[in-house]
């Protein structure tokens, strides 16, 4: 049975990146590159995914899970070398394998599987993917003879004035017949200053056995990018975000300003849901219809329903029912729901906290570890003081109450329906129903003191 494989080189250091992290592991909107890659692998129903990881290698496979399987490169001896490791798990399948780097963040699986096809099709023995490069400069040259087939890749140091002259380059993705590369494997020297095994050099050898090597030539660039430092990293994130961008306005969300709109791969957004110019929307977000998430709003694995306004605000790991709001300068910690109708003005912080439908939390109030019931309303300046120095408490609220301003509910505390908390209040003790709770000491009033301050002396 013929197989359909794919070899992700992931086990280079990266000293370029000058980083302490593993290369393969850095983001490009939110995913590591190589997870970019295998996600892109992964939508063509391949058969086996092997990754050759070496620097790193825990990281790597904690980071792509059970999605691939894993051979190790113990010493970094080139990509022949690389794809050796491989044999246990592949040599002796009958198919077609692909090999591609884990730091080539940008190619889509359309392109992949348009590689494959076109493989397939000209019962090639090996397929090199290339593409037209504006300016070739530093790319190894796809030299092709009359009839379309590949004569040889040259580099651009060995490339002649004819040659330097070609615009289409080799993007370092192949696809090869399986049995016919691990075989030529066997025969790849490593006479070159690095002491390495290159993989191209298969390509020599197919050539030199009169084996058909042929190229399909993508004709999007940009995919072809890899990054090997921090300036190519940023380049492929532009790429990728206009990519996203573009993505999200076609299908129905306005952006008002995408060259400064950060947008997460994976993030889901409804349409007709207006983004302004700043914003910053992460990780595993769902965003509804008729949304609004306003300037310079930094949205974080959070679950934002329909109707929604978020107006220059912070969101972590929460949720905000149907035609809820918050803002400006808000900011909604972990574990938080914030129920339907529900509005949080200026200066409020929430915290793995429940506000359910109609409450408003007016302005610079901190709600930390609470259940607030419905159409309660929350004065200016109330503090949920949940911690007592070692542990955290509750605070419930019951529906249709009265906060008032400037008060402190020091958890735990139980406080009813149809309750009323005069400003200025420390609650310290459970309020029953309808009853009014005030805890402050009784105004006095100093006759003449104003007189004897020093200033008016």
């Not at 796809?142 to 009839?147: A, F, K, T, Y």
């Amino acid at each position: 049975m013929n197989t359909r494989n794919t070899i992700i080189l992931a086990a280079g250091k990266g000293t370029r990146m000058k980083s302490k992290l593993y290369k393969v592991l850095h983001r490009v909107c939110g995913k590591t590159m190589v997870d970019c890659v295998l996600t892109q692998v992964e939508a063509n129903n391949m058969d086996n995914i092997v990754t050759v990881v070496g620097y790193g290698a825990e990281d790597v496979e904690k980071t792509l899970g059970n999605r691939t399987k894993y051979v190790l490169q113990k010493e970094q001896l080139g990509t022949g070398d690389a794809v050796k490791q491989t044999a246990d798990l592949l040599a002796d399948l009958d198919g077609s394998t692909m090999v591609v780097s884990g730091d080539t963040p940008l190619f889509k699986s359309e392109t992949f599987d348009k590689l494959f096809n076109y493989h397939e099709s000209q019962k090639a023995t090996a397929t090199i993917l290339t593409s037209h490069a504006p300016n070739p400069f530093g790319y190894g040259r796809i030299v092709r003879s009359d009839n379309g087939n590949v004569e040889k890749i040259v580099e651009q140091k060995d490339a002649n004035d004819d040659e330097q002259k070609i615009h289409e380059i080799n993007t370092g993705v192949y696809i090869f017949d399986n049995r016919q590369l691990f075989n030529a494997l066997k025969d790849v020297k490593n006479y070159n200053a690095q002491g390495e095994y290159y993989l191209p050099d298969v390509i020599e050898i197919f050539k030199a056995n009169d084996l058909k090597v042929s190229a399909y030539e993508t004709d999007d660039f940009s995919e072809s990018m890899g990054v090997n430092d921090r300036v190519a990293l940023s380049n492929a994130t532009r790429v990728m975000q206009n990519r996203i961008n573009s993505y999200h306005m076609k299908n129905g969300v306005s952006i008002i300003n995408p060259e400064n709109t950060y947008i997460d791969l994976g993030v889901k957004i409804g349409q007709d849901t207006v983004v302004e110019p700043g914003v910053q929307i992460h990780g595993n977000t769902v965003i509804g219809n008729d949304c609004k998430i306003g300037a310079n709003s930094e949205i974080i694995d959070c679950n934002i329903h329909n109707n929604v306004t978020v107006t220059s605000s912070l969101l972590e790991k929460s949720e905000m029912m149907d035609n809820s709001d918050i803002g400006p300068y808000s900011h909604l910690r972990p574990q938080t729901v914030i129920g339907e109708k529900v509005h949080l003005g200026n200066f409020v912080e929430v915290k793995k906290a429940q506000i359910d439908e109609g409450t408003k939390v007016g302005h610079l109030t901190y709600v930390g570890n609470a259940h607030l019931g419905k159409n309660i309303n929350v004065g200016c300046g109330v503090i949920f003081a949940n911690y007592d120095g070692a542990n955290k408490h509750q605070t419930n609220v019951g529906d249709d109450s009265f906060i008032g301003s400037n008060s402190n509910l020091i958890a735990p505390v139980e406080i009813e329906d149809h309750t009323f908390i005069a400003a200025g209040s420390t609650i310290t003790d459970d309020v029953k129903q309808y009853d009014m709770a005030i805890a402050r000491q009784r105004q006095t009033n100093k006759s003449g003191y104003f007189k004897k301050l020093p200033y008016n002396n």
